[in-house]
């Protein structure tokens, strides 16, 4: 009797037919926001440790951000699997039939495995051109090499604990969901200054460590990744509604490809996002050396970790849209689609007017070396003037997503970073040849307003306007339903 009640109080916790829907998607968003920017540390710290060094800690910061690249593109093939296969489970759960919920689950746990196997197969073999490629120097390639090698040796536990966390959040145990990250984010926090440093001060301690350097913050982070993946695979296969079976596990055709083709939108942000990385790497370190590749690592971390609060805006928006998308439900659809825009709008301009105006206490958490303020605050400025414009892409991108149109937000994604940045990044450093270097930074802005415009325009007109009409449009997948 007691089982069957938790089973039924389960089921109600990921129903969001029923309640607030500002209610329903704060719910999730709340330990989802600070789950994502508790998730950012596992890179976050290891660039803060990283950056103080002694002698070599700009040096080293710099070689780590080389590696930014390979990291995103791993980041794209887990949300191919994770937040492709996360909106058809909710979809499914809104339509009753938890067996197949439990099908794409197991396929996207699989999808993960085989990618992973991949990514880390073509990264070992061929290493040493691809981190040159993405704008190593002679002088930082050491630092790059150590860090990537080992980082990619744990890629099993970053993909399956990040990937399949989705699952977790989208049966309504966000909370459940956030621990996940802490627990790694915790682990890898506590574990980096023993394994980086010769000896480190805690709490006014004086202890020694393993002073491996930038090997030592790689390998700190695979051990809290595997924890995480741990905790994640415990509660999907032993407490969760809708578990992960290994019978699940067996490859369809038919979920493999509806997952896929989900899941390319983000796979194609995430790679988009490479290579403009690779781009801006490569252009600053021949027009500007190693210094602005070092500004640009920064600010990649920083926009990293306010893109966190985004993303776990959209992400506990996402399971609100699907499932009530899935039930034919348009009125409390559109009511999720307008709270995620309001709340996105509202945090975006927040926090890039933090970044804008105190951007030398944000250089200095990673390195505090007069060459690097003399350069970054500046670059700073321009890279984030329009970055509150990112709120209305991202709205945009992640409600196609969340209603299973996928080839929308593929669509935006190229145009904002393929079309508009990687041409900027080319051309404007001979559009202003007395400034090369500063001149790169400035194609963000442009590329963040005219996105911006664009997917949310598109959004409004093709799913904002029928929803407020009652109408359901049809996704790539399912015929339109009427209420």
Request: aromatic fraction near 12%.
């Amino acid at each position: 009797m007691c089982s069957g009640k938790r089973i039924l109080m389960a089921k109600e916790k990921g129903d969001f037919s029923k309640g607030s829907v500002p209610g329903a998607i704060m719910r999730l968003a709340v330990p989802l926001f600070f789950a994502q920017i508790v998730a950012v540390l596992y890179n976050i710290v290891d660039r803060i440790y990283i950056g103080h060094i002694d002698t070599v800690g700009r040096l080293a910061l710099t070689g780590v951000g080389v590696t930014f690249p390979v990291i995103t593109i791993i980041t794209g093939f887990t949300n191919l699997c994770g937040m492709g296969g996360a909106p058809l489970f909710s979809m499914s759960r809104g339509r009753g039939d938890d067996e197949k919920a439990g099908e794409i689950m197991g396929n996207s746990a699989t999808l993960l495995l085989l990618f992973g196997a991949l990514i880390a197969s073509a990264v070992l073999i061929f290493e040493r051109d691809i981190l040159y490629a993405f704008g190593a120097s002679d002088d930082t390639y050491y630092y790059a090499q150590s860090y990537i090698t080992i980082y990619i040796s744990g890629i099993f536990f970053s993909m399956l604990g990040t990937g399949l966390n989705s699952f977790i959040n989208n049966q309504g145990y966000s909370a459940t969901g956030m621990f996940t990250t802490i627990l790694g984010a915790v682990t890898n926090i506590a574990l980096d200054p023993f394994f980086i440093f010769d000896r480190f001060s805690f709490l006014g301690i004086n202890m020694n460590g393993f002073n491996m350097g930038v090997a030592g913050a790689a390998l700190a982070t695979v051990i809290s990744q595997f924890i995480s993946a741990a905790w994640v695979m415990a509660f999907l296969i032993f407490r969760a509604p809708v578990r992960l079976r290994l019978r699940s596990m067996a490859l369809r055709f038919a979920h493999v490809k509806k997952i896929l083709s989900l899941g390319v939108t983000p796979l194609i942000m995430s790679f988009t996002t490479g290579t403009v990385q690779i781009l801006y790497n490569s252009s600053l370190q021949r027009y500007g050396g190693d210094i602005y590749v070092g500004a640009m690592t920064v600010i990649n971390s920083i926009r990293e970790m306010i893109f966190m609060g985004t993303h776990g805006l959209t992400s506990g928006a996402q399971p609100v849209i699907s499932f009530n998308y899935g039930a034919g439900n348009a009125e409390r659809t559109l009511k999720a689609i307008r709270f995620q825009t309001y709340a996105g709008v509202a945090y975006t301009i927040a926090a890039s007017a933090i970044v804008v105006l105190w951007p030398e206490f944000l250089i200095k958490l990673f390195n505090d070396s007069d060459e690097l303020l003399a350069v970054a605050p500046a670059m700073m400025r321009i890279y984030f003037s329009a970055y509150f414009m990112i709120s209305f892409h991202s709205v945009g991108q992640f409600t196609f997503l969340s209603l299973g149109m996928s080839g929308k937000g593929m669509f935006f994604s190229i145009l904002r970073k393929i079309v508009v940045v990687v041409p900027l990044i080319l051309l404007l450093p001979l559009m202003f040849p007395f400034a090369p270097a500063q001149s790169i930074f400035g194609a963000e802005p442009v590329s963040d307003a005219v996105a911006g415009i664009a997917c949310f325009t598109t959004m409004y007109v093709t799913v904002w306007r029928k929803l407020r009409k009652g109408i359901i449009p049809p996704n790539a997948s399912k015929s339109p339903r009427p209420l």
